[in-house]
């Protein structure tokens, strides 16, 4: 049976895997979703340790790519997608550390941005060979940090897209200002004054133009794309492959901000990955656990912490969980549990892990293992993991109150750090914006 992709808003007509990755969002502004989840085959949980890392995650994509990129081209997308560590790290007897920051941007995105501007690569060279004509997609994009440097990354040199990135000045670290300003090519950093907020209106004000979009092809990177989405799935069949205690599914704690990321590990357990069970692990901003405590679903303006990639007051993702739980909550509780945890929970949990087992955990990380902790609390005997999503050193300042020592910095850091940025600085203006768009 083939996938295609639907509206969650139901008023757009289904598309296949090119046309849902190449508009980012449905016409009437609803998410994509499949229509069905492929079940993986199960013999891949019979010998997994036996199977080569690409073999894996190539197995779980492929059906929802649906031969829109044939199946040679596609192993090598998700090869360049996986092509650095993603190691179960054991932190205590019962608990480890799924390490997603050993991309070139040290945080979990890496992943999902590379398969994106592969598959985006791929249509835009099609699209030549198929016409002789060039089509140009202009990637815009608005980042509170690690987004826009993953995305710079990720779409570097790619033939045929323009990326455009709009961050709050003065309002990401340094880290993640050099990662997402130093690329140059065919990657446009704004530094706008204002804060994210107007970054995303002018980002929202851009999409809603149609007359702008008539003249320039737009699409989001944003994590509501399937492309950045599906891939993220790939890191959780990895880790069941270094599970030892395979008699034992893990908790998988997941430091949540958008939903995007459990998203994809409820859809991979949808898809019959064994999971004992999920926790989404909020900061202040906790939506979420609200509404698994009270069936009441409220937004609310989102609160800065220490954890800023999570700083989210409605989630877009979520609506993806509540669809492949059918609405039910009763179903959905059974499978996710989520705690809220304090800035001051998050640092007590950074020293007290540093201090008792060696381990260094940035602010996400570090949210992830103490909402694990609660839960292991009331259910002894459990053994799970936590994913950290980011490197340590990409949050200088929480790191500084946790301990004195020098962070191990990654290999480029130095190199990284001396590149020269390369920004536009402008107003939080949406007729510049367009102007800018129109002229790339
Ligand atoms: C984006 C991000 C998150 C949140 O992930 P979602 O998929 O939005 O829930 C958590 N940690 C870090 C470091 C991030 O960059």
């Avoid at 499949?34 to 080569?52: G, M, R, W, Y």
């Avoid at 920051?101 to 060979?129: E, I």
């Avoid at 920004?423 to 768009?437: G, M, P, Q, V, Y």
Wanted: charged content about 20%.
């Amino acid at each position: 049976m083939r996938i295609h992709y639907y509206s969650l808003n139901k008023v757009s007509p289904t598309v296949g895997f090119r046309e849902a990755v190449i508009h980012g969002q449905a016409p009437d502004k609803g998410l994509y979703f499949p229509s069905h989840i492929p079940q993986v085959d199960k013999q891949i949980f019979t010998h997994i340790e036996a199977l080569d890392d690409a073999e894996i995650c190539f197995r779980v994509i492929q059906p929802y790519v649906n031969g829109e990129i044939p199946d040679e081209a596609l192993f090598t997308i998700v090869q360049q997608t996986i092509a650095f560590p993603l190691p179960l790290v054991q932190v205590t007897s019962h608990i480890a550390s799924l390490e997603l920051f050993h991309g070139p941007t040290w945080a979990f995105k890496d992943v999902g941005a590379r398969f994106m501007s592969r598959c985006l690569g791929y249509f835009t060279r099609q699209h030549k060979l198929n016409t002789g004509k060039a089509q140009k997609i202009v990637v815009l994009v608005a980042t509170s940090g690690d987004t826009g440097g993953a995305v710079a990354a990720g779409f570097e040199g790619v033939e045929g897209v323009e990326v455009v990135i709009l961050y709050p000045s003065g309002k990401v670290s340094k880290v993640q200002e050099q990662q997402l300003t130093t690329q140059g090519q065919n990657i446009h950093a704004i530094e706008i004054e204002g804060s994210f907020d107007d970054c995303q209106q002018m980002v929202k004000h851009a999409f809603a133009d149609m007359a702008l979009r008539s003249r320039v092809f737009l699409t989001s990177a944003n994590s509501i794309n399937i492309a950045r989405w599906l891939p993220q799935q790939f890191y959780y069949f990895l880790a069941w492959k270094q599970w030892q205690d395979k008699d034992h599914p893990p908790v998988i704690s997941v430091p949540s901000g958008n939903f995007g990321n459990i998203g994809a590990g409820l859809l991979a357990y949808a898809g019959g990955l064994p999971v004992q069970h999920f926790i989404a692990a909020c900061n202040l901003n906790d939506v979420v656990p609200r509404f698994l405590q009270t069936g009441k679903y409220e937004v609310h303006k989102a609160i800065p912490t220490l954890s800023n990639a999570m700083d989210v007051g409605d989630p877009s993702n979520f609506i993806r969980i509540l669809t492949l739980f059918e609405h039910r909550l009763d179903n959905l509780k059974n499978v996710l549990s989520a705690y809220s945890i304090s800035d001051d929970e998050t640092l007590q949990t950074m020293r007290r892990v540093y201090r008792n087992y060696g381990y260094l955990t940035d602010p996400h990380g570090a949210v992830g293992m103490l909402a694990l902790e609660r839960y292991m609390q009331a259910h002894p005997g459990r053994k799970g993991y936590f994913l950290e999503t980011a490197h340590p050193v990409k949050f200088p300042d929480a790191v500084a109150e946790v301990m004195k020592d020098k962070i191990p910095a990654p290999s480029g850091l130095e190199a990284l750090m001396q590149r020269p940025k390369k920004a536009i600085k402008a107003r939080a203006d949406n007729a510049w914006l367009r102007d800018f768009l129109e002229s790339l």
